[in-house]
């Protein structure tokens, strides 16, 4: 890794850790933490990861950005980082500077859609769009017809939002747009809903990872502490052998979310090579984030199962991040059919072009 | 963890691309030819084939020059490696030898020794297996109860190996056998590798059946058997230090989780070009889970290649490969059973589901359990 990429990465580490560490937040008994480490992000740029040199960004390479949200998984972060740094993505394909503050991207779904019409007012509705309720702006991707899809910046105050929570407690809603006039819209050639699903996918696949990460280190510290039966937890062949098939899970995700950052940095996102590494990352992340949560619980026992440890905060995160940007199925169907239609004898060619 | 396990992102190199372009022709000129068919599982023993491997330069092609090797980097004999498994070639002469004899010979064996038999591998005309487990010794290697006796003339060999790859084949075994007892502080102190040559007098092999009734296992047995001096691999007493490096390549390679894919190609034909969702969802997952696997070993090829000695990560893609292509058979048998029966390629499908399903126990049995694979694993995450 380069230095640049180590310097964001050292950066991310310390303000997570100092201002968003999951047990001080839960000791904190309310959203206290919060003003402090958005502020911290945002000083140090970390939420405009993504924004265009062109348009006020630092230039950092696509897959070091993708790694800040890995960081922030590890840390279990519960603010609209991810959703900004998107935001920063999208709209810099159109040309739109991103304001500072919290945003949060739309559609999220496959099934949900916008357009756009001849005099760019945007209508549509978005389910299950993460910090909906929380933001100051939206970028969305709205469709014309046929004619493409467009870039456009919404004010928050211009749209109607149906508030509710995800799994994990975070903030998740509907939004819903009735010829709204975006702030800034463009027309941007090559853009699909196809290309922000799996932008989002791999994003959402990183902070898994990380959540991952974090998770395991908990698991073999917990074991190493815990003594029962007189000796500690971690001296048992089965305990042994569950973090063992944690690890297993854990390195996975992580080798098949970096390995589709990295893809996403190299090519275009319309190269099916792209939608193969989202695909199978989405896929296999979230298949690991339910085993590895599963046994983090299992390792800690009781105590891993309330409110003051910090475990739920990794695990329903895990739970609910599955979820967004398209799931395990909705994903491996969209796989399936691509390797259905090379046939048996082209499936080994597509994975090698991958 | 997180900083103890590594699996960055590994892109094989453009020369090694191009290297995959010239395998696949060759594989259709030979299929072409006659002299296998594709998708055979199994890698079968085929020497008109090893001679041809050969006459490429794809046999110990990552060696060095002043042995006849090409001193080609290890991604590109990857690519060569993975191509051969998907086309079910049969590399059963030379795989063993060139996966991980060869390199043992070239690191451990005096120098006249490595000149006249890595020239025979590179050839393709030398077939290796290896001699490790027995009958009271399996995946507890140390406790091996073979023994080597020094005499005047060289070393006396005396007991028997069991479960024996192709040792009826082979032309050399590379053999782990009791040169000294354990001592009280190091059990796995006393025993040696030895380089054996097969038609030696006093080693007889008798088959030992799979299920399926085919022939690949085999009982060794030394009677006295006399080994020179020269055919010491490395430190004696010391082998349990020369296993490491080793153990990583022969761990991490795509063998560890393309063994059944055979089932996976069918399958595809199988569901045809316009699947329902459930086929669609089914084979997706498979295809995920797979292109996580390649993502995975070709990291640890990177590493591997780059001088580190990823030991830790080799043993994860082991586990996590051999579980899943030992699971693949299953997962292919049930969705297929969601097709109508009289689809085309059904009774091509069935076939290969039979062999894959036939094999799948012993893909987590062979080069290390997956018990003893977990344990490795729990001792780097610093568990033991």
């Known amino acids: ?354 | 963890m997180s900083s103890a396990i590594q699996f960055d992102p590994v892109r094989l190199p453009e020369e090694a691309e191009a290297l995959r372009v010239e395998v696949r022709a060759f594989i259709a000129e030979e299929v072409a030819a006659g002299t296998f068919e594709l998708g055979q599982p199994g890698r079968a023993f085929n020497l008109a084939f090893s001679r041809k491997v050969a006459q490429k330069g794809w046999i110990g092609m990552t060696w060095p020059k002043e042995y006849g090797g090409q001193e080609r980097s290890f991604l590109e004999r990857y690519v060569v490696n993975e191509e051969f498994l998907i086309a079910g070639a049969p590399t059963r002469v030379h795989f063993t030898a060139d996966r991980q004899s060869g390199p043992v010979i070239l690191k451990y064996a005096p120098e006249e020794i490595k000149r006249k038999i890595i020239p025979r591998i590179i050839a393709g005309e030398c077939t290796f297996s290896i001699g490790m487990s027995e009958p009271n010794s399996g995946s507890d290697l140390f406790a091996a109860s073979t023994k080597a006796e020094r005499t005047n003339e060289g070393w006396r060999i005396n007991g028997q190996k069991l479960w024996t790859s192709t040792a009826h084949q082979a032309d050399y075994m590379i053999g782990l056998f009791r040169t000294s007892p354990p001592t009280s502080d190091n059990r796995r102190h006393g025993l040696t590798q030895f380089l054996v040559d097969m038609k030696a007098d006093g080693i007889s092999t008798r088959p030992v059946y799979f299920p399926d009734g085919s022939h690949d296992f085999n009982e060794v047995i030394f009677d006295n058997t006399l080994i020179p001096d020269d055919h010491v691999l490395g430190e004696i007493d010391g082998a349990w230090k020369q296993a490491t490096a080793e153990l990583a390549y022969e761990r991490s390679g795509p063998e560890r989780f393309l063994e059944t894919i055979q089932v996976l190609i069918a399958l595809i034909e199988l569901i045809g070009p316009e699947p329902d969702s459930r086929a669609a969802e089914g084979l997706g997952r498979l295809m995920a889970q797979m292109f996580t696997m390649r993502r995975m070993s070709i990291s640890v090829a990177g590493m591997l290649s780059a001088g580190k000695e990823p030991v830790l990560e080799a043993s994860l893609v082991k586990d996590l490969g051999t579980i899943w292509e030992q699971k693949l058979p299953a997962l292919a048998r049930d969705l297929a059973a969601g097709l109508p029966f009289d689809r085309v390629g059904r009774a091509e499908f069935q076939k290969t589901l039979e062999h894959a399903i036939r094999i799948a126990p012993k893909l987590t049995i062979q080069g290390g359990t997956t018990e003893v694979l977990r344990g490795i694993i729990a001792r780097g995450l610093g568990l033991r």
């Open chain 1, 1 to 354: 890794m380069s230095e640049l990429s180590d310097l964001i990465a050292d950066t991310s580490e310390r303000i997570f850790h100092d201002l968003g560490d999951p047990q001080s937040v839960i000791n904190s008994g309310d959203g206290g933490w919060r003003p402090p480490l958005w502020s911290a992000i945002e000083e140090a740029g970390l939420s405009r990861a993504m924004v265009p040199e062109a348009l006020g960004g630092v230039g950092i390479p696509l897959a070091v950005a993708f790694d800040i949200l890995r960081i922030a998984g590890r840390h279990a972060v519960a603010l609209p980082l991810a959703e900004t740094v998107l935001a920063g993505w999208l709209l810099g394909r159109g040309g739109i500077s991103a304001p500072d503050g919290m945003i949060a991207v739309a559609p999220t779904q496959r099934h949900s859609r916008l357009s756009i019409d001849d005099r760019g007012r945007i209508t549509g509705r978005c389910d299950a769009v993460p910090f909906a309720g929380e933001v100051s702006h939206f970028a969305v991707l709205a469709q014309n017809g046929d004619a493409g899809c467009h870039v456009a910046l919404l004010s928050a105050d211009e749209v109607a939002v149906d508030a509710g929570h995800s799994i994990a407690g975070d903030d998740l809603g509907t939004v819903i747009c009735e010829a709204t006039e975006p702030l800034a819209a463009a027309k941007v050639d090559g853009l699909t809903q196809d290309s922000l699903m799996q932008f989002g996918a791999v994003a959402r696949a990183m902070q898994m990872a990380g959540a991952l990460e974090a998770l395991l280190d908990m698991s073999v510290q917990y074991a190493q502490e815990r003594v029962a039966f007189g000796r500690p937890i971690s001296k048992y062949q089965a305990v042994q052998h569950n973090l063992a098939r944690m690890a297993g899970e854990v390195a996975a995700a992580v080798a098949i979310a970096t390995s589709a950052a990295y893809a996403l940095e190299q090519g275009s996102e319309l190269d099916e090579a792209v939608l193969i590494e989202a695909a199978s990352a989405k896929i296999r992340v979230g298949e690991a984030a339910g085993e590895g949560a599963a046994i983090a619980h299992q390792v800690h026992g009781a105590i891993g199962y309330t409110m003051e440890h910090p475990l739920h905060r990794f695990a329903q995160r895990l739970w609910a991040w599955r979820d967004d940007f398209g799931g395990e199925v909705e994903w491996a169907e969209r796989l399936g059919r691509v390797y259905a239609s090379k046939g048996g004898l082209g499936m080994w060619p597509t994975v090698t072009a991958a």
